[in-house]
């Protein structure tokens, strides 16, 4: 079974710092992976996808992501934080042969002025 | 083109009583996947549609239930709302090579 951990709760920046966000997950296959965002009282928005192509994903907004298969790992980083992307983050795994999506438990991004 | 559509945004029912909830895909995805989201249990997996088949459904008891038509448009049913039952309710249509576009959600009071 597939499963993905954010090892972070809560991380707090400042204005043009760099933002770090780890995910590791658990799968038996290569997986697809994705990290998703969600602004208070929105939906979620997808910001990049892993599908077993390139190991170093761009997103959007500047976000990009390394998928590390000896680490398990998929942390999502952006090199200078703005306030706008303040939001909850959502590392997900996707099944095999399936369209069933697996959440993390979500980090909460702040950032101070 | 268009996005993934949920109708309504709002709903606010009394315990006992029955809600459905309404999911339009993207225009030709034919997988429509459903989730609901609190803020102590997070985002759970509800269903999957594919081609009007249920390919996976998540644990959940059998109050919750759903179906997808032949133009792909899903609906899920909740009876015997509790109030536990309150959430956003999110669906998702797409595939994993292209990624999964999420609609706004149907919130779901029940009081």
């Known amino acids: 079974a597939q499963s993905v951990t954010q090892l972070d709760s809560h991380v707090s920046v400042s204005e043009g710092t760099p933002v770090l966000l780890r995910c590791n997950y658990s799968s038996s296959y290569s997986p697809s992976l994705f990290w998703y965002v969600q602004h208070p009282n929105k939906g979620l928005q997808l910001l990049l996808k892993?599908?077993?192509?390139?190991?170093l994903v761009k997103g959007i907004n500047g976000f990009e992501a390394e998928f590390k298969k000896s680490e398990t790992s998929f942390h999502l980083t952006k090199p200078s934080a703005h306030m706008s992307d303040a939001a909850e983050y959502f590392c997900v795994v996707s099944g095999r042969d399936t369209d069933k999506l697996i959440f993390g438990t979500g980090t909460r991004l702040q950032v101070f002025p | 083109k268009a996005g993934v559509t949920q109708t309504p945004r709002y709903l606010i029912k009394t315990r006992g009583q029955q809600v459905t909830l309404s999911c339009s895909p993207i225009s030709g995805h034919r997988s429509v996947s459903w989730y609901q989201q609190t803020p102590g249990q997070g985002l759970q997996f509800l269903f999957e549609y594919f081609s009007e088949t249920q390919r996976n459904k998540g644990n959940f008891p059998g109050r919750f239930s759903g179906r997808q038509f032949s133009n792909s448009r899903s609906e899920m049913n909740v009876s015997t709302l509790e109030l536990g039952d309150s959430a956003l309710y999110l669906c998702?249509?797409?595939?994993?090579?292209?990624?999964?576009?999420f609609g706004s959600g149907t919130r779901l009071t029940v009081v």
């Open positions: 892993y599908t077993s192509a390139a190991t």
């Open positions: 998702a249509s797409g595939e994993a090579g292209y990624g999964y576009t």
